[in-house]
């Protein structure tokens, strides 16, 4: 079973056209959740972390947003320099006590003009 | 200030073999942990190094062993090479060593495996 489900696996919008991808969790002791950003041929880069229910977090046209057991991030009026594969990432603690840094599969965000 | 590193970019190696893939962290981390993404996957956890020890490590086989130097650079080593261990090789450094940090991701070495 999957700690950490991302949707949708691909989505589609035209320049303007603003919309929200999901990442779900079944953890428990949750520490916090990454949000991250990947374009083609390149390494992950770091948009946000969340540490609790309630909390957001903004940069430019994307705003990150934290519930119990499910995060969103919003894209406003998007433009296709925002194209890209969105990952999120939970870090929580095991009942054995060990730390656990888990990836969702992404979001293949494309923009188009 | 210095991003991540990796090298080499790209490797094509056989079964069998075994390979050393390198990593600078950035300037300032002394964490380093080590990634694999297969092509539409996230990224796995394999492990990490600090004080040049290992501090947590994810599902892989003994086979995937690590180092950490004095100057933080890290090194993966993978042996006796396996067709699925064709991916994305990440390294990441953060300031401080757990999950808490958010990890600073370099460009990844791309190895195939024929």
């Known amino acids: 079973e999957d700690q950490v489900t991302q949707s949708p696996e691909a989505l589609r919008l035209q320049e303007g056209e603003s919309s929200s991808l999901n990442c779900s969790y079944t953890?428990?002791?949750?520490?916090?959740l990454f949000w991250y950003r990947q374009d083609p041929g390149k390494g992950p880069e770091f948009l946000f972390t969340l540490y609790s229910a309630g909390e957001e977090k903004e940069k430019e046209r994307l705003k990150a947003t934290l519930t119990k057991k499910e995060s969103f991030l919003h894209i406003t009026a998007p433009k296709p320099e925002d194209s890209a594969t969105y990952l999120c990432?939970?870090?929580?603690?095991?009942?054995?006590?060990?730390?656990?840094?888990?990836f969702g599969k992404g979001t293949k965000l494309t923009v188009n003009p | 200030e210095t991003g991540v590193t990796q090298s080499p970019t790209h490797l094509i190696k056989t079964r069998g073999q075994q390979v050393t893939l390198r990593c600078s962290s950035q300037s300032g981390h002394n964490t380093v942990s080590w990634y694999q993404q297969a092509l539409g996957q996230g990224p796995q956890f394999i492990f990490q190094y600090y004080r040049e020890e290992e501090n947590g490590r994810g599902n892989f086989p003994p086979r995937f062993s690590g180092l950490q130097f004095p100057n933080y650079s890290s090194e993966l080593n993978v042996n006796a090479l396996e067709l699925d261990d064709s991916a994305l090789y990440l390294c990441?450094?953060?300031?401080?060593?757990?999950?808490?940090?958010?990890?600073?991701f370099g460009d990844g070495t791309r190895l195939s495996i024929l």
């Open positions: 953890v428990s002791g949750l520490r916090g």
């Open positions: 990441a450094s953060s300031l401080a060593p757990g999950a808490t940090q958010p990890q600073h």
């Open positions: 990432a939970v870090h929580w603690v095991s009942q054995g006590g060990s730390e656990k840094l888990v």
